[in-house]
């Protein structure tokens, strides 16, 4: 029997483990499993090289819980170590780099990933057990050995009689994790990090029932057997190659990843790359609208096949990160801190790959089969719209694809909007107007004003369309955006001619300072001679003014303050309807006031602004009136 002192120059590093990485202590069970599957996977090469002449047979990696005696046992059938294995891997590699992991982790340890980077995967045990035994045979003809350590830096090491290959890790317990020795916690911990992982997982059997044969007599009873109890899928999708899955398979594997959500994803992108890196995954779009919340199921990360975190900020590009899915790359660097993982070289490739192949993606899906992608758009805009105004690498390709809906359902790409509006709607100085809507309920009156001229209005209701149109104008000189209500619509496109007004310059002046005596000061009044039978009073908000408000609620627009700015509005008044000449031509101010209020109402309705107090009184007012 040897016994020695564990090669480390902190004096005892396992309540230093323990108290650095405590809140994510149930890792242990990831890293034990992961270090198994290696082993596991490391015997398949070795006999696949001819190093190791042993069968392989269906190795799968057992977890054991006896509550009574407080003990976890992790047992697999892989390589398995020799006694001066045992010495050089669990008593002096380990702690090679122990110094500078408790100087470097000593404030942010808790970072889950850090454990395996520094050798110390095993010794994440200690986190939960007072003791920790090992008993190991190698695949090599030599003695199975008996490690034993209980959290000092002291251990024990002696000849064990243990005959088949492979690796027994026991751990004894400690009082303040007892939680552990659930069937139900432990059954949690290995559907959460271990789901996917390439060995079959065995945590305790199952009984499962024979089907009754069709000529079974009546009181035939269906015979029962326990089966293991295999907790993992070892092939999960994203490993296999796209030709080798069906759209049910991706469905299914969505539903494997998601068993709570009940809509199927619209579409989804498989990810494979080689080179420069190793990378592969499944993106799938979720039916999302105009919802901007963070989203409940997220992109898990992988890590060959072992779960690491859903937090994968820096690794996939902002815009995407409201999509599900998973992404397993080994060349991910775990072990650094969220601002060292978005500035790491290798991190920023992933990123623009991902961007590219989304991309790619997306524009193949709308050159194969359009009807169906504008079917589809409302539900996944938002994410393609965030993506133009975050990803410079997406905004280029994104010309492709990205479509511009009309009030009635017709959809256009920018280059095609475009040429479709040029005859139309270009105003007397050459400029592009592409007039849109936000609601088309609240603004029908104004859509359909702009219809009856023959323009072409598009729908855009996205919470960020604001910040969108101002960068497609910054990149189109020759386009402008105007909201459908922001002017009257002879002013929406300015053409050459004019309508001449039936009120004189001394009459307007008059007939405004009269307004403006009963006009709330929220509103400016303007004069404009239109069409006799146009509305005679009418409410738009300037579109400078509600677009910058519009960005700064929903973050940036260049001015600070602006989202708590009071609504602005223009009132136009029509000087060639007959209201106007009444409004102008009454002596009495109390009718005078009476027909402004009532027509401001009437044009606050059409603007749903119209509430509370002042709508009470507008009703019984309009009732009064048809008597």
Known sequence: MTTGKINVSVENIFPLIKKFLYSDHEIFLRELVSNGTDATLKLKHLISIGEAKVEYGNPVIEIKVDKEGKKIHIIDQGLGMTADEVEKYINQVAFSGAEEFLDKY????????????????????????????????????EPAAHWTCDGSPEFTLEQADKTSRGTEIILHVAEDSLEFLEDSKISGLLNKYNKFMPIPIKFGTRTETLPKPEDAPEDYVNETFEVDNIINNPNPAWTKQPTELSDEDYK???????????????????????????????????????????????????????????????????????????????????????????????????????????????????????????????DIKIVLEYGMLSEDKFYEKAGAF??????????????????????????????????????????????ESAKEKG??????????????????????????????????????????????????????????TSLEAYIPKAYSVQLEAMDSQAAPFIITQPEFMRRMKEMSQSGGGGMFGMGNMPEMYNLVVNTNSDLAA?????????HQEHLVK??????????????????????????????
């Open 106 to 141: 000593k404030d942010s340890a808790k970072d889950s990933g850090i454990i395996g980077h520094f050798g110390l995967g095993f010794y994440s045990a200690f986190m939960v057990a007072e003791k920790v035994e090992i008993i190991t045979k190698s695949y090599k003809d």
């Open 252 to 378: 299914n594997f969505y539903r494997e990843l998601y068993p709570m959500q009940f809509e199927e994803p619209l579409f989804n992108i498989h990810l494979n790359v080689d080179y420069p890196f190793n990378l592969t995954g499944i993106l799938y779009f979720p039916k999302l609208g105009t919802d901007m919340q963070i989203q409940k199921d997220k992109i898990q990360l992988y890590q060959n096949q072992v779960y690491v975190t859903d937090n994968v900020e820096g690794i996939v590009p902002e815009f995407l990160t409201m999509l599900k899915g998973v992404i397993d790359s080994p060349d991910i660097p775990l072990n650094v801190s969220r601002s060292g993982l978005q500035a790491d070289g290798a991190v920023k490739k992933i990123s623009n790959y991902i961007t590219r192949k989304v991309a790619d993606k997306l524009k193949a899906l709308f050159n194969e089969n359009r009807a169906d992608f504008e079917a589809k758009w409302n």
């Open 402 to 447: 990205v479509l511009y809906p009309t009030v009635d359902d017709t959809y256009f790409t920018l280059e095609e909007l475009k040429e479709k509006l040029k005859e139309n709607q270009t105003d007397k100085d050459g400029k592009l107007v592409v007039l849109y809507a936000g609601n088309k309920d609240a603004q029908h009156s104004y859509i």
């Open 455 to 512: 323009y072409e209005v598009l729908l855009l209701d996205s919470p960020i369309i604001s910040h969108l149109i101002q960068k497609i104008e910054g990149d189109n000189k020759e386009v402008t955006f105007v909201r459908v209500d922001s002017d009257h619509v002879d002013n929406l496109i300015k053409k050459d001619e004019n309508t001449i007004s039936k009120l004189s310059d001394e009459e307007k002046e008059t007939l405004k």
């Open 582 to 590: 009444n409004i102008l031509n009454t002596e009495d101010k109390t």
């Open 598 to 627: 009532q027509a401001l109402d009437l044009a606050k309705l059409s603007q749903n602004l119209l509430k509370g107090e002042a709508l009470t009184a507008f009703v019984k007012r309009s009732f009064e009136m048809i008597k």
